[in-house]
């Protein structure tokens, strides 16, 4: 059945290396978003992209973070150099883009930065 | 400033009662509203979504209310089970499509026998 699928699923780094992380959203899907979530801060939208162009990335860091969508079925999300404080679970997620669709989130990464 | 917020943590029901999860938004503009279900170790999953055109939409034993004039969303889960343990999440979008959909803080809903 159709879903989103990230990767890797667990990814433990020491501060200072680079992370990425990989999304591949429903076939035919041209709205794609990266979430990340934390206790403290609960589900923040980092980006998102509309037939693979940038439409808002104001919530994530810009020093460190970049989002890309090299093709229609990949998404990427890169943190260089990582901090523990980007320890957190990052959710891709995929729509339609149409009125009145939902998203639907991937399984998750889970990073630890020490 | 804009936010989404949950009103009660954490609920604890009854095998077999009604559950009702309450969201407070702050934008008028909003005008998409979803709610999800989060379980341990998963993403969000869709339940039920409503348009600000409307007051009530319901699904399989959910019901989702919408009153835009005090700007507050409400899950009701009918003979809640054990299954339906999870965190929920409201979700407001300012327009009719999947742009930008700003989460709540979340409920975390306990079912006990």
């Known amino acids: 059945d159709a879903r989103v699928t990230q990767t890797p699923r667990h990814k433990v780094t020491e501060m200072g290396q680079e992370v990425t992380m990989r999304c591949q959203p429903i076939?035919?899907?041209?709205?794609v978003f990266w979430y990340r979530q934390t206790m403290m801060q609960g589900l923040e939208l980092l980006a998102y992209?509309?037939?693979?162009?940038?439409?808002?990335d104001s919530g994530m860091p810009k020093d460190r973070f970049s989002a890309e969508m090299p093709d229609a079925t990949l998404a990427t999300l890169k943190i260089q150099p990582s901090e523990p404080r980007d320890s957190a679970v990052y959710f891709c997620?995929?729509?339609?883009?149409?009125?009145?669709?939902?998203?639907?989130f991937g399984q998750g990464t889970r990073l630890t930065v020490v | 400033g804009e936010s989404v917020g949950l009103h009660l943590p954490t609920l604890s029901v009854q095998e077999g009662d009604n559950s009702i999860i309450n969201c407070a938004y702050s934008?008028?503009?909003?005008?998409?509203f979803i709610w999800y279900k989060q379980e341990s170790g998963k993403g969000p999953q869709f339940i039920i979504d409503i348009r600000s055109n409307m007051d009530k939409r319901q699904g399989q034993r959910v019901t989702v209310l919408l009153n835009k004039t005090v700007k507050h969303l409400s899950l009701q889960i009918a003979a809640t089970q054990p299954g339906d343990s999870a965190v929920y999440f409201c979700?407001?979008?300012?327009?009719?499509?999947?742009?930008?959909?700003?989460f709540g803080t979340g409920t975390r809903l306990q079912v006990f026998p």
């Open positions: 979700a407001e979008s300012r327009s009719y499509n999947t742009d930008k959909l700003i």
């Open positions: 992209f509309r037939n693979r162009a940038p439409l808002d």
């Open positions: 997620a995929s729509g339609l883009g149409t009125a009145n669709t939902e998203a639907f």
């Open positions: 934008n008028s503009a909003s005008d998409y």
């Open positions: 076939l035919g899907h041209n709205t």
